[in-house]
């Protein structure tokens, strides 16, 4: 009886023959959907008093992925607050690192060899003020443009990831004529038009849209995002007075200051 060859299983991005770390990704980048875990990881500072800050937008956007697509609570894994879950029938784990943003890169890493997880299937969402606000851009590579939360990322799993910047503006840009420090500016919370306007809007297209970075689909993922939340227009120096800042008010240390 002839015998028929059996069709090679296709390869997951960036993985070896037991679909873990080493090699290039295929031209095609297609997951192996239904077996492969990704990382989403979220940056931000711990505790209630940082929840609405600006600098904590990678949490926010994790936390309403979380809401809408069903994923298990919140549990403590190796420094950071972790869940699962599915996208497009794919396996994703969200973590929330528990240590300060300059801190982050340390559970990030811990998490990522845990799970034998390369780290182009790890995807860091955080707040950038180099972007305007309301507005995402998603790339893989690059550098950490000052953020030292990414910073800390970078020195733990190289710089071969995918990050998902938001755009959380300059006040000077949002604002005209704000003369905010950019490190009390990162620290305060949102204002409250913003809370109830553009933020909620563009998390929810975030979360929405999600699925499609499972397909490396990074510009369909900007495009929808973009219309279903455009980016607000600038606001008054009044507005963007009345946000309030983080805990202590300027008593963190350079260690704890969350920056």
């Known amino acids: ?14 993985s070896n023959r037991n679909g873990l770390a080493g090699g290039a990704p295929p031209a095609d980048n297609l997951f192996q959907i239904g077996t492969v875990m990704l990382l989403f990881a979220g940056l931000g ?87 305007a606000a309301g507005k995402v851009r998603v790339k893989r590579g690059g550098s950490h443009g000052g953020h030292n939360g990414i910073r800390d990322v970078d020195r733990h799993i190289g710089t071969d990831y995918w990050r998902v910047r938001i755009g959380v503006g300059r006040p000077e840009k949002l604002f005209p004529g704000s003369t905010i420090d950019i490190r009390k500016w990162v620290l305060m919370d949102f204002t409250a038009d913003e809370r109830n306007g553009w933020v909620p809007d563009l998390l929810a297209a975030i979360a929405s849209e999600a699925d499609r970075l499972v397909g490396l689909d990074d510009a369909g993922f900007m495009s929808r995002v973009a219309f279903l939340a455009p980016a607000p227009k600038r606001e008054s120096e009044e507005g963007a007075q009345s946000g309030k800042s983080g805990p202590g008010k300027g008593k963190q240390t350079e260690e704890q200051d969350g920056i």
């Open 45 to 131: 500072n711990p505790g209630t008093d940082y929840a609405n800050n600006r600098h904590n937008a990678g949490f926010m956007a994790l936390d309403e992925i979380a809401r809408r697509h069903g994923f298990s609570a919140w549990k403590s894994r190796s420094g950071a607050a972790c869940a699962e879950g599915k996208l497009a029938q794919a396996k994703v784990l969200l973590m929330k690192p528990q240590s300060f943003m300059n801190k982050s890169g340390g559970p990030v890493g811990d998490i990522a060899r845990f799970y034998k997880i390369p780290s182009e299937r790890v995807f860091v969402f955080y707040d950038d003020i180099d972007l």
């Open 1 to 14: 009886m002839r015998q028929t060859a059996k069709r090679p299983k296709p390869r997951i991005p960036g």
